[in-house]
């Protein structure tokens, strides 16, 4: 989606796809998952979407991959169209923050810590109470110590692979701002 705002390569589209089977491959197989707490390294797929095509992109394939990761490895959990709607949040939400923009310490911090407040502890407990019944408040104190613990992960995480030179070389067409 470099050329034109409105016209993709083939090679986005590989990409893309290859993202979202990324995306699906480590939440429904590389997930350590309870009935309310699940701990991945998905936000990679998400992340690096928003920040190679931008919020609206990498909030469709954030959907799309809850979607297609569901329907086909849905491990026994129900449906919710609101985790798909988190999913698309969270992305969007990291487009809005990191694409074209300078990456920042501080930017990766704040990304991280709006999806982990807003959608990670806010609107996906909201999800599991409507879900399952659970009392919200009875469910904030889990979710907020898995948080808490996953939070300075992710943040390394993001930023060691946004200083990675070979990941520097590798997404250098796509409009990321490297911060030296």
Known sequence: ???SSRSFTAR???VIGLMIALKVVM??????????VRVSFTFIPTVLMALMYGPWV?????ALGDLIGFFLFSR????HPGFTISAAVA??????ILYKKPLTLQRIIFACLTVTVLVNIGLNSLWLRILYDQA?????????????????IDVALIYWITKNKPIQRVLKDYPI???K
């Not at 990498?58 to 954030?62: Q, R, S």
């Not at 026994?76 to 449906?79: I, V």
């Not at 992305?91 to 809005?96: F, M, R």
């Not at 919200?136 to 300075?152: H, K």
């Open 1 to 3: 989606m470099r050329k």
């Open 12 to 14: 986005d589209i590989a």
């Open 27 to 36: 939440t429904r197989f590389l997930a350590i998952e309870t009935q309310f």
């Open 58 to 62: 990498g909030g469709i394939a954030g």
């Open 76 to 79: 026994g959990f129900p449906f």
């Open 91 to 96: 992305a969007i939400l990291y487009g809005l």
């Open 136 to 152: 919200f408040w009875a469910l904030l104190p889990v979710r907020l110590l898995q948080n808490a613990v996953t939070l300075p």
């Open 177 to 179: 701002l490297w911060k």
